[in-house]
């Protein structure tokens, strides 16, 4: 992604975490309009509740819950394979392996995505939009679709995912099916979400690692961001291609109809603010991990901490 000692590390750290965060902007939402803007109505009366525990319910209904409980082991799953091929940079050469892999185990906790996408769904989300939201999971097409999506994580659907890229290079997707992805990846925002994301881990994990650093290899907080932001351009065409892929891939038992009805769903506020509470709330978690990350690995170089110039 960019010249820094820490390249291949980061590049390792993060290909396969940022799949779960395309599909996590895309859970369930594709309720009809007019079935949203009744649901909203017949919440309205319900943000009288004493106790509300709905975002801890959506949470869990949307299957969220479950998708976040994959991140720890699909991450340690990734390192395994860095140092399997030897591909971490030469400055942890002399650190034991055992030891990076408590690294990254520490750093990348359920607890962590947990606490930030809750906050996120009680301070972003209305109680109306919440009950909104979760009307419509209990329905039949809701928990079909978050089957689907369980069923199709690419935490644990890899194999298959790149199976099904191999089939789109073979018989390549319908162009109103492919438009209607395209659409979806607007209305979400998926992609600028994306790049966002991994912009921000690059940032985090580099500025942490680098007061670990040799001074050589040290560079400041500003460059950093500077290096980072001077592959945006390279970024955003990169997952612009993927989003599309995983949302085909998340999404191939929909039929043409029902991706309209996802994408006109979107525009409600119940679902916008759905989307955009998950969108911060992973954004967040992996920022925070990606900086613990860096201070773990940091420590093992063994070197004094200096001040990262923040």
Request: hydrophobic share 45%.
């Amino acid at each position: 992604m960019f010249n820094l000692p820490s390249r291949s590390l980061i590049v390792a750290q993060t290909r396969r975490c940022l799949w779960v965060f395309a599909i996590c902007l895309v859970l369930g939402l594709n309720l009809s309009v007019a079935h949203a803007v009744q649901l909203e109505q017949v919440s309205t009366a319900k943000d009288t509740t004493t106790v509300d525990n709905s975002a801890d319910e959506l949470f869990a209904a949307s299957g969220l819950k479950k998708l976040v409980e994959q991140i720890p082991a699909s991450t340690a799953a990734s390192f395994e394979v860095a140092l399997t091929a030897d591909q971490l940079p030469i400055l942890f050469s002399a650190v034991d392996e055992e030891s990076i892999r408590l690294a990254v185990n520490n750093a990348f906790k359920q607890a962590t995505f947990n606490k930030y996408l809750l906050k996120e769904l009680r301070q972003g989300m209305s109680q109306s939009a919440r009950q909104t939201m979760l009307d419509w999971y209990a329905g039949e097409l809701g928990q079909r679709v978050v089957k689907a999506e369980l069923e199709n994580s690419l935490l644990t659907s890899q194999t298959r995912f790149e199976d099904y890229q191999y089939f789109l290079q073979r018989y390549p997707v319908d162009p109103v099916r492919e438009q209607l992805m395209l659409n979806l990846d607007y209305t979400m925002k998926s992609t600028e979400a994306a790049v966002e994301m991994m912009t921000n881990i690059q940032v985090a994990f580099s500025v942490s690692l680098a007061r670990f650093m040799p001074k050589e290899y040290r560079l400041s907080r500003q460059e950093i961001i500077d290096m980072v932001e001077s592959n945006h351009e390279y970024l955003w065409v990169e997952y612009t291609t993927q989003t599309l892929e995983v949302l085909l891939f998340t999404y191939q038992e929909l039929s043409n109809e029902e991706l309209v009805e996802l994408n006109d769903v979107l525009g409600t506020q119940a679902g916008q603010a759905f989307v955009v509470a998950i969108n911060n709330g992973i954004k967040k978690g992996m920022f925070a991990s990606s900086l613990d990350l860096g201070d773990g690995l940091g420590a093992l170089l063994d070197q004094a901490p200096l001040s990262p110039g923040i």
